[in-house]
């Protein structure tokens, strides 16, 4: 069935350092590729995304990357600080508007 | 712009009993989904409407849980009986839907449910 593994569950990096995560979907009709960060007891709010067509985007320090061959995508933090600490969770949406997301990796960044 | 409402935030209620939850979507969403998210895990997709009609239920366990959107707004989530590994935080979302190609789902701030 469709399925996301995300990794590593979790990371712990320095502040000022970069975070990545990675993420390969099974699903060859997923087109969109949404990444939610979501703070303890908060809910899942989106921080970016990336549809098919495209390989790459960024946004200030957030970037994530596509690669539809291998069908992976990675987020991408850099000069991390700790408000940046939560949990992160990849998914993959296709056109049926549903997503299946990963289970979820903690990133810690200690000061 | 309003978000997603849902009510109640917090339940706790013993094996067996019933207990039902609310979402309010944002205003002209028409695509709704019920997600379950148990600690440590990511979402898991129960249910998905879009407007009034079940596009998705394949995940849903369809003898105890069961879920309406009857006006293609409001929708509730039931289970009855409850068990106890229906503790989880239940995520209501929605997004535009209707043709526009998959887009950003907005998520409601969830509740906590507790089976004893």
């Known amino acids: 069935g469709e399925n996301v593994e995300q990794h590593p569950s979790t990371l712990s990096v320095q502040e000022g350092d970069s975070a990545v995560i990675k993420c390969t979907y099974s699903?060859?009709?997923?087109?969109?590729f949404p990444w939610y960060k979501q703070e303890l007891g908060k809910r899942p709010q989106l921080i970016i995304d990336?549809?098919?067509?495209?390989g790459e985007k960024k946004d200030q320090r957030i970037a994530v990357t596509l690669n539809k061959t291998a069908k992976h995508f990675s987020l991408h933090i850099t000069e991390t600080q700790p408000e940046d600490s939560a949990v992160y969770f990849c998914a993959a949406g296709s056109g049926t508007y549903k997503y299946i997301f990963g289970t979820g990796t903690r990133l810690k960044v200690l000061a | 712009e309003a978000g997603v409402a849902q009510s109640p935030r917090y339940k706790i209620i013993e094996k067996r009993q019933s207990v039902a939850f609310w979402c309010n979507p944002i205003s002209g969403h028409a695509t709704l989904y019920w997600y379950q998210q148990i600690l440590g895990q990511g979402p898991k997709l129960l249910i998905q409407f879009q407007n009034n009609g079940v596009v998705d239920d394949s995940q849903l366990p369809k003898d105890r849980f069961s879920a309406e959107r009857l006006k293609g707004v409001d929708s509730t989530l039931k289970i009855q009986p409850a068990k106890l590994e229906d503790s989880a935080v239940y995520l209501c979302?929605?997004?535009?839907?209707?043709?526009?190609?998959?887009?950003?789902?907005?998520f409601g701030p969830g509740t906590r449910l507790t089976v004893l």
């Open positions: 699903d060859s009709a997923s087109n969109y």
């Open positions: 979302a929605s997004s535009l839907g209707a043709g526009l190609g998959v887009n950003e789902q907005f």
């Open positions: 990336i549809r098919s067509n495209v």
